[in-house]
């Protein structure tokens, strides 16, 4: 059997490995080959697991997909999914490492670990389209759960996970949250509406245990009193009035290569993406 440090060696070699096919210019408009290359990688990726659906949705007479794999057995299929997304597309003239390739990679290997260890409830996987304009992606699959009035036990948004800074003074805030938190860009947050209050203080709690640092922000606006807490795919489904979290490093409130050329591989810490995928499963396995 394998033990702890060789488990922790394979996953961070999977999550590169992950990274090397994701990270590349893919804006769907300017750069449409990287951006058909990486929605082909999540597909044949996530198909290892199970059928992988589209859900297609139209912007501007052009048709766009978001990718689903739907997780369950016998015993959870009667029960309201955990909905775990990341979106795949990119501003033009970055490789979005972090942004959102981390993401990404972080969903793939949910996928593994969630297919031969399942969880008490069963989980829905989606990549979704178009975050970077407008989370047109999960704002058109949201609004489609809601007409056919579907339940989700929690919505969870993958939104960049692996760039930390150690150093005094790399971690900013909007003024209204500076003088809550420590100055050092070395966690991960867990941003929630009301809703999600409970989960936001077990996950963070479970995260901790396991060697990620983790603050929490619950948000009882929903994103109007500080809109930055709904700058990902979570956002349209606070809005049509789910449960949901995201799951982030902070973007451009830490990361100084947010949305540039520089955002690039070498500029992660692949070790803490590893332990924040190490920390979600263990997280996660904990909700009921």
Same mark, same amino acid.
């Given at each position: ?16 490995? +992950?990274?090397?096919?994701?990270? #590349? ?14 929605? &082909?990688?999540?597909? &044949? ?9 589209? +859900? ?24 309201? $999914?955990?909905?775990?997304?990341? +979106? ?5 003239? *970055? ?20 297919? *031969?260890? $399942? ?11 178009? &975050? ?26 993958? &939104?960049?996970?692996?760039? %930390? ?13 500076? $003088? ?21 203080? #077990? ?10 640092? %983790? ?41 100084? +290569? ?18 924040? %995928? ?11």
């Amino acid at each position: 059997m394998e033990n702890q440090q060789q488990i922790n060696v394979n996953l961070k070699q999977r999550l590169y490995d +992950h990274l090397t096919q994701i990270v #590349r210019e893919r804006d769907p408009y300017v750069a449409s080959g990287g951006h058909f290359l990486v929605r &082909e990688y999540i597909r &044949e990726s996530l198909s290892q697991w199970g059928k992988v659906d589209n +859900h297609e949705f139209e912007v501007n007479g052009k048709t766009y997909q978001n990718l689903i794999l739907n997780l369950d057995s016998d015993q959870t299929s009667n029960l309201p $999914p955990i909905l775990i997304g990341a +979106h795949y597309d990119a501003v033009p003239g *970055t490789p979005g490492a972090d942004d959102n390739a981390t993401g990404v990679a972080v969903l793939l290997e949910l996928a593994a670990v969630f297919t *031969t260890s $399942p969880l008490k409830y069963p989980v829905r996987l989606v990549a979704f389209d178009l &975050e970077e304009y407008g989370l047109l992606g999960s704002t058109a699959y949201a609004q489609q759960l809601k007409q056919n009035k579907e339940k989700l036990r929690l919505m969870l948004s993958l &939104e960049m996970l692996g760039y %930390c800074d150690n150093a005094a003074d790399s971690q900013s805030y909007p003024k209204i949250l500076k $003088p809550f938190y420590g100055d050092r860009g070395n966690f991960i947050a867990l941003v929630g509406n009301l809703k999600a209050f409970p989960d936001l203080m #077990r996950m963070s709690r479970q995260m901790k245990q396991t060697g990620t640092p %983790c603050e929490i922000l619950p948000d009882p606006s929903s994103g109007k009193l500080v809109p930055i807490t709904g700058f990902s795919d979570h956002r349209p489904f606070w809005q049509q009035n789910y449960r949901a979290i995201m799951v982030t490093d902070t973007a451009m409130l830490r990361n100084p +290569h947010y949305h540039q050329a520089s955002d690039t591989i070498d500029t992660l810490d692949l070790d803490f993406l590893t332990n924040v %995928c190490q920390s979600l499963v263990a997280a996660l396995k904990k909700i009921n």
